[in-house]
């Protein structure tokens, strides 16, 4: 049987030794591109997720916005977030955002996560959760820079986008891109929707008066593989609390893959140090003990 | 206050003393009532179902296998805050049972002068101002106590998670309670080797609640002198004058009585 | 749609007004999306609120709702002032030119010549074109009356499109005899006579200046100049290349003068040289899957299928019927006009050959005498109106949830109270059907309700199949994937099941003229069930007889499918069910099944997918995409053109022209109307209410109107007299403006039943301008009261900076909006998440009076919280 | 229902319990190697009923037509081929399986008398000879063949007909053909409102 699959994996979560996908297929970088000066906020992109993932209903309620809800959860994986942003001259700008997992370069779940396989980085950049090997501990929630994983609470696993890796797998677009009706989600390599984001940027620049309009790609996390372009890329706050430059805090990789190791080996030394000190030194008796039958530095009975 | 938790204690022990029971033989001392015993051992229970559940968290590519015995990785993740709090429950009332006894004295400033020799085993006697509890005890409960602490603030963070928090805590929190976690193991290591076979004799300070004389002057000498009011060296010495004695009479007979 | 939907991208400018398109067409508003990417194209959307389409645009202005003329009017003067306009096009393809009839005046005091206030209706016999010949340069010289002029007969509404247009019901019996349009119409090409159309409408608009459109619309002037300017600059100095279109939806159609704000985009459309060019035209966005369809088909009133006019009680025989329905062409001598209406009788007897098959005879006038005579309104709002005071005894809706629509629920409902019966086929539990639970009415009173409700479970669109025609006029077949859900059955076998046995009734028993009902013909193979792949070959056509083509000598075989609607014949020995839908399915299969998606031009014509009507042109009046050699404006957008080799119209699309008509015989491209020429000035009977559209204040308005305050409101629109019939003012405390919308997450009142879609909104809210939140002491989602004149409605607060307060006629003013969408039964209804307060229980009975569609945009109400 | 679709090769999963303390290599997860939920159902071309751009779907039912397969919809996607929607669909668009298996829908006729204060189930052939015979008598009663001038006019002004947005062209010319042949005047549609 050959070694091809649809999806290899190149990164894995925990994972002590090396991973099986790593160099054994070509591959390019998927990307969705999200043009937040084309969305309309229509929710499409929601639906189409719900129903493609089969995800079970919600309760929702009223919450003086069109958003759905204040922020995904483990069976809502893609929200537009809407924000009125005041301008200097007294109107709003009304802003839509998709919100969903950004399949970052360097995913801060994957490196928070300690579960061996739990969530793994395909060849192709997609990052996915392998339910399965999820032992619900949430370190990816606190691991991500853009509050993306949720909890199942009833099978205690987290879930989130997965950009549709069997869609992808077999060729297809995601859900969310197919249905968008303006467009403005696209899917491509990473290369092209880099390319077509920039040209578009461009032009809002050059053509609709958007002076500070850009692509979101944030370097501090190696790039995401869901690309933004932004009216306004200097404040990608506004757009619902976008970071500017998410980070994944350091402690994750180096305490996973330093101290973790060394602290728990130094626990098993704990072990060894006192079976050692047994073999060697030996217990300590109440005293006094019995004589020793051949004086006092014998070996015993 | 201190007045507020030994009536507390006082009530728990005599209430404990009447469900369960502390014989002492002849030789013996008692050394923990009831209250305490069961106390130790609710700890205990609970701080290993914690550790075990950990273990599958912390590294479950190794320790994966633990995680079936709390029905998978998710339930041990799940339960693992609650045996946490109920270990630092249990804890907390041994730590306020245990609180004047585990006070820092100058005989454990001088214990600890001796470490060495006492580890090395050269000083087969702790030294004799030594008490209900050495200076080593002393520092494990304080590290526990410590450690209770530091799961206890960054358990809740990590259980209430990053939306509670902010991730900065959360991952922060996350090192401390595995740090926090490795120290105490370390810890419990030492701890299970020195009251089982590191220590013969001591185990039954902790099950049947009572320890023989020569335990008692050999490891807690000034202890000794406090309930029985006897010189612990003494003691010793006419124990050891004994045993010589009955070496030269009867050889086997000796063997029996040490232990 | 003069366009269509992929055309939208090949414009360079849009004007959205009185439409939401990215909630309510989003998969069409793509096309929109695709000019700015592809073509830079600019977008300018004006609405009461703004709205996510507003949130894309690039320039957004806030109008009070009901202000539109007022706006369009504005710009059409500043376009007239900056010389924004396609002057060629403007001359040769419009009215502009021709003279109106001396006694004609113009409404400076808010009425045009001839209005009679006794019966608040216009004698329109100056609202005519002069006779005469041509009187370039000769504008003082005195014209020749028009009185003794050859008559032509009156040509009706517009007739191009047909979205929700109809003229007012039959003539007034026993009138004196109807005036006509001259054949040969006075003109001035140079427009300087003071009584050419141009001269007047120039003098019409030139009273809706910057200050008066700030007073009625509340857009500051230097925003509205920035729109008028931004929206005329595509026609800078004349230059022809670019095109704009404009895009609009019920948000101008439901107003009490909603036909006469769509004409004023039109005239906007022709004064640019916007119509008939790809990317431009004047695009109404139907809100439904299939009303394009059902207005093409008659299911209204005072049409029969494909716009052919209703018979009134003076049409007493065809011939009297068709006289008066066929145009006789009117233009400038020298001009040419192909009139295609005047092949109306074809039409009309091929479709009398389809609905009575043998029973239609010449002896017989094809069996005209088994339709209905109309002579009155029978619209939506009459049909309640009429059923309240006691005129109809049963209703059939199907798939029609009436008291959900409204306007005025309440009355609705105390109207189908006294109905003797009603019959609902739906596939959700509805409002209509369980009118006699309505919230309000306890177990005592329904005990009082004597209507029989019977309520028959249909099929849904997937269990069905059939055409659907797309506000493009596309007509597509969509096939059955599963069977209807337990005992429900299709709807066409419901409506066969019950008029099989009200005929075995009639074949039984006798009756009421019996004979219609009896030979009414249902030949289909199983006429229980019948196949609608059946009715649709009826519906477009087929030869009775053998009939050949003089021209071609091509022959079409008795039985056979005919090609198209010119083959159709006035002699019995053809017969098709909607003229206009004549070759959607012939010999060579089903035009409207194709799936074709090849589209060499890229223009988005798409000639083989599906089917349009007329004859598959994508484009309406597409021969005004050309210059007056049959050049097109823009060779980069290249439509169709005249080719001198052939001797014919060519092109990428279908040419919606005479084929072989050269432009030197300047044929007007404007075929359906019998100018010719595209209508800035309607004469005669085209409106009810004016020859150009005026603006007149909402029927509930929170200030006079600017221009006249005496004459405030449209003259001839009339009120409904029942005591449900109340309209507020702001004297009363209703002094809130409200409009009323759909959401994009919702569909009407369907998706009430639909979880994913209560997911995404679950429940009704009312946007409230922040402000006003302010002063009412209200938050978002705490409750609120809407209270019109009629009743009220409760629903959560949306508190938004995106409604803002306005300065109308210099008062300070606030606009607030409802969603339409939950009403007593649904998901969250059934809960016991909402109110159950109908949002159309607020909105007034009052129509237009040229299309009888209600107001439910721009009413008054006070709003307080709950 | 996630992991359902997301099927792991199993074979090498976990590579066994016990193995896995002594730890390392243990390849627990490959590719994905199951296909769509959607590659073996039948595809049946539609147009969306809701607004007027009329965009293609493509409705994804259960089984592969065989006979004993009874269909029910199990997914709906936009109809790439369709030159309007090219794919896309809206959020109603998006959520048709919903329209289309709901359990709300109306599954059995049904009647409400008189006075009565809920519905009461009636068959198909007794709902049809009764509503036939109320349009007859509603019809005979109300019909007027020549009005106040003496002109024909064979109008039935006693019965009106609402149709809804939905109706095909089909259906609403079959009912242009019986409505006005039973004399409907009251003849309204969507279309109009």
């Known amino acids: 049987m050959s070694d091809r699959k649809t999806l290899q994996i190149q990164r894995m979560s925990a994972h002590p030794g090396p991973i099986p996908g790593t160099g054994v297929q070509r591959d390019v970088q998927v990307c969705k591109l999200v043009d937040t000066t084309t969305c309309i906020g229509c929710k499409a992109c929601e639906v189409a997720c719900v129903e493609w993932n089969d995800m079970p209903f919600g309760a929702t309620t009223f919450d003086n916005t069109y958003q759905t809800m204040p922020e995904t959860r483990w069976n809502f994986w893609n929200l537009i977030k809407f924000n009125e942003h005041p301008r200097e001259d007294g109107t709003v700008q009304w802003l839509m955002r998709k919100d969903q997992c950004m399949h970052c370069a360097d995913p801060g779940c994957l490196a928070a996560c300690p579960a061996d396989g739990a969530i793994v980085q395909y060849t192709n950049g997609i990052v996915d959760f392998n339910q399965e090997n999820c032992i619900g501990c949430e370190y990816c929630v606190s691991g991500c820079p853009f509050n993306i994983p949720k909890l199942n609470p009833g099978t205690k696993k987290v879930y989130k986008c997965t950009l549709c890796s069997d869609r992808v797998g077999e060729g297809l677009e995601p859900a969310c891109i197919k249905a968008c009706p303006t467009g403005c989600l696209k899917f491509g390599t990473k290369d092209d929707m880099k390319f077509i984001a920039e040209e578009r940027a461009k032009q809002l620049r050059d053509n609709f008066g958007m002076e500070k309009a850009g692509v979101y790609d944030p370097e501090s996390i190696g790039g995401t593989h869901v690309i933004y372009v932004l009216h306004d890329a200097t404040d990608p706050e506004r757009y619902g609390g976008l970071p500017k430059n998410p980070t994944i805090p350091w402690s994750y990789t180096v305490w996973k893959w330093l101290f973790k190791p060394v602290l728990g080996a130094f626990a098993l030394f704990g072990g060894l140090g006192v079976l050692l000190h047994y073999v060697t030194v030996g217990p300590r008796r109440p005293q006094p003990e019995p004589p020793n039958k051949e004086g006092t530095n014998g070996n015993g009975d | 206050m201190a007045t507020a938790i030994e009536r507390f204690d006082e009530r728990a022990r005599r209430r404990f003393e009447s469900l369960g029971r502390t014989v002492v033989y002849v030789g013996e001392l008692r050394r923990h009532p009831v209250y305490t015993r069961f106390l130790h051992w609710m700890v205990a229970l609970f701080f290993f179902l914690a550790l075990f559940s950990g273990f599958g968290i912390y590294l479950p590519w190794l320790f994966r296998w633990f995680t079936p015995i709390f029905g998978g990785g998710p339930l041990a993740r799940a339960l693992h805050p609650w045996f946490g709090i109920f270990c630092v429950f249990f804890f907390g009332l041994q730590m306020l049972n245990w609180l004047k006894p585990m006070m820092w004295t100058p005989a454990d400033t001088n214990w600890m002068r001796n470490l060495r020799g006492i580890v090395s085993g050269k000083e087969k006697l702790e030294p004799p101002d030594t008490g209900f509890f050495n200076a080593g005890q002393k520092l494990q409960f304080w590290e526990i106590v410590i450690g209770c602490v530091v799961f206890l603030i960054t358990g809740i963070i990590l259980w209430a998670g990053a939306r509670t928090f902010g991730s900065t805590l959360v991952a922060i929190s996350y090192v401390l309670h595995d740090v926090s976690a490795i120290v105490m193991l370390g810890g419990i290591f030492v701890h299970i080797y020195l009251s089982t076979i590191g220590e013969p004799g001591t185990f039954q300070a902790m099950t049947r609640g009572a320890v023989s004389e020569p335990w008692a002057w050999t490891f807690h000498p000034a202890w000794y002198r406090e309930v029985t009011g006897r010189d612990p060296r003494e003691s010793y010495e006419k124990a050891r004058e004994e045993t010589e004695r009955a070496v030269t009479q009867n050889p086997s007979e000796s063997k029996l009585r040490s232990k | 749609m003069t366009n269509g939907w992929i055309d939208i991208k090949n414009t360079d400018m849009m004007l959205i007004m009185g439409g939401n398109p990215a909630e309510n067409h989003p998969c069409g508003f793509k096309w929109a999306i695709e000019a700015k990417i592809q073509r830079n194209a600019k977008t300018i959307v004006v609405d009461p609120r703004l709205t996510r389409t507003a949130a894309t645009a690039d320039l957004y202005l806030q109008i009070r709702a009901g202000a539109d003329i007022a706006f369009l009017g504005g710009v059409i003067n500043y376009a007239l002032d900056n010389n924004r306009i396609a002057r060629d096009y403007l001359v040769n393809y419009t009215n502009a030119g021709f003279i109106i009839k001396e006694g004609f005046k113009l409404p400076d005091d808010g009425l045009y010549s001839g209005f009679d206030p006794e019966t608040k209706m216009y004698d329109k016999s100056s609202w005519n074109y002069e006779e005469g010949g041509d009187l370039s340069g000769k504008a003082v010289l005195p014209t020749p009356s028009g009185q003794n002029a050859r008559a032509t007969h009156v040509q009706g509404s517009d007739t191009g499109q047909g979205h929700q247009g109809a003229s007012p019901a039959g003539a007034k019996a026993g009138a004196s005899p109807v005036p006509l349009l001259p054949s040969k119409v006075a003109f001035d090409l140079s427009l300087q006579h003071p009584r050419c159309v141009f001269q007047l409408l120039k003098k019409q608009y030139e009273r809706y200046t910057p200050e008066m459109v700030e007073r009625i619309t509340g857009i500051p002037q230097d925003q509205f100049l920035k729109a008028a300017d931004l929206y005329t600059s595509i026609r800078k100095d004349g230059d022809m290349k670019k095109v704009s279109t404009i895009i609009y939806a019920v948000g101008w159609t439901q107003h009490s003068f909603g036909t006469q704000i769509i004409r004023t985009a039109a005239m906007l459309q022709m004064l640019m040289g916007n119509v008939g060019r790809a990317g431009g035209g004047v695009n109404a966005l139907r809100g439904h899957s299939n009303i394009q369809g059902a207005t093409d088909m008659a299911g209204v009133f005072d049409t029969l299928p494909g716009y052919l006019k209703m018979p009134n009680p003076n049409d007493v025989d065809l011939a009297t019927y068709l006289k008066r329905i066929t145009p006789i062409s009117s233009k400038p001598d020298p001009w040419n006009s192909f009139n295609y209406w005047s092949n109306t009788p074809k039409f009309t007897v091929s479709l009398l050959k389809a609905l009575y098959g043998p029973a239609a005879t010449k002896d017989n006038d094809w069996a005209f005498h088994y339709l209905p005579k109309i002579d009155r309104n029978y619209s939506w709002v009459n049909i309640w109106n009429d059923m309240y005071e006691g005129k109809i005894k049963g209703l059939f809706a199907f798939g029609m949830n009436g008291v959900m629509i409204g306007p005025d629920s309440t009355k609705n409902i105390e109207a189908l109270k006294k109905a003797d019966w009603l019959v609902v086929c739906e596939i959700y539990p509805d409002e209509t059907s369980e009118f006699w639970r309505a919230p309000g009415i306890s177990a005592d009173d329904q005990k009082k309700i004597n209507t029989t409700v019977y309520r028959l479970p249909g099929a849904g669109f997937a269990e069905k199949d059939g055409s659907f025609t797309n506000s493009a006029r596309w007509l597509q077949w969509k096939q059955i994937a599963l069977p209807p859900p337990g005992e429900a059955r299709l709807d066409q076998d419901i409506l066969a099941m019950i008029y099989l046995k009200v005929r075995e009734l009639y074949q039984k028993e006798g009756g009421k003229f019996a004979d219609p009902v009896l030979n009414a013909t249902f030949a289909y193979t199983n006429p229980y069930a019948p196949s609608l792949a059946e009715v649709a070959k009826e519906v477009s056509g087929k030869a009775l007889a053998d009939i050949t083509d003089p021209k071609t000598n091509q022959t079409i075989k008795s039985g056979q499918q005919v090609p198209g609607f010119a083959w159709l014949k006035d002699d019995g020995t053809t017969a098709c069910g909607n003229w206009i839908y004549s070759g959607s399915w012939t010999e060579a299969g089903a035009m409207i099944q194709r799936r074709g998606t090849e589209d060499p031009s890229g223009l988005g014509i798409y000639p083989n997918w599906a089917w349009s009507w007329p004859a598959n042109r994508r484009v309406l009046y597409n021969r005004a995409s050309c210059d007056l050699n049959g050049k097109p404006w823009d060779s980069s957008r290249r439509q169709v053109w005249w080719d001198e080799g052939k001797q014919l119209w060519v092109g990428n699309d279908i040419p919606d022209f005479k084929p072989d008509s050269a432009p030197k015989d300047h044929m007007g491209p404007f075929i359906m109307n019998p100018e010719g020429i595209g209508r800035l000035f309607v004469p005669l009977g085209g409106m009810a209410d004016g020859p150009f559209p005026e603006h007149y204040e909402p029927i509930e308005s929170p200030i006079a109107n600017p221009l006249h305050p005496n004459q405030s409101n449209n003259p001839v629109v009339k009120k409904y007299k029942t005591e449900f019939d109340k309209y507020g003012t702001a004297d009363q405390g209703f002094n809130v403006i409200c409009t009323t919308y759909r959401l994009t997450e919702h569909y009407h009142y369907w998706t009430k039943n639909n979880p994913m879609n209560v997911q995404l909104v679950p429940e009704p809210f009312v946007e409230v301008p922040a402000e006003l939140a302010d002063r009412m002491g209200v938050h978002g989602g705490e409750r609120v009261k809407v209270t019109s004149a009629r009743s009220h409605y409760i629903a959560k607060a949306m508190v938004t900076r995106r409604i803002r307060p306005m300065k109308i006629d210099g008062k300070e003013m606030f606009q607030i909006g409802l969603p339409i969408h939950w009403g007593f039964r649904g998901i969250a209804e059934d809960e016991g998440k909402t109110a159950k307060t109908l949002a159309n229980q607020l909105t007034p009975t009052v129509i237009d009076p040229n299309a009888f569609t209600p107001e439910f945009k721009g009413f008054l109400v006070k709003i307080e919280k709950a | ?193």
């Open chain 4, 1 to 193: 229902m996630e992991l359902s679709r997301r099927t792991f090769l199993k074979g090498t999963l976990v590579g066994g319990v016990g193995f896995s303390a002594l730890g390392f290599d243990l390849t627990p997860v490959y590719a994905q190697t199951q296909g769509l939920k959607i590659s073996r159902a039948t595809e049946t071309r539609s147009t969306c009923p809701y607004c007027s751009v009329s965009c293609g779907v493509i409705i994804y039912t259960l089984g592969d037509k065989a006979k004993n397969a009874i269909p029910q919809v199990v997914h709906v996607e936009g109809d790439p081929d369709h030159p309007i929607n090219r794919g896309t669909l809206c959020p109603k668009g998006s959520s048709l399986e919903q329209d289309i298996l709901n359990d709300r829908r109306l599954l059995k006729p049904q009647v409400r008398r008189p006075g009565a204060t809920d519905w009461e189930d009636i068959s198909w052939d007794q709902a049809n000879a009764e509503i036939a015979q109320r349009v007859k008598k509603t019809r005979d009663d109300t019909f007027l063949e020549k009005d106040s001038q003496g002109r024909t006019v064979n109008r039935c002004e006693g019965i009106a007909w609402t149709g809804g947005c939905t109706d095909t062209n089909e259906f609403n010319y079959l009912v242009v053909k019986s409505m006005r042949s039973l004399g409907v005047c009251y003849l309204e549609n969507q279309a109009r409102v």
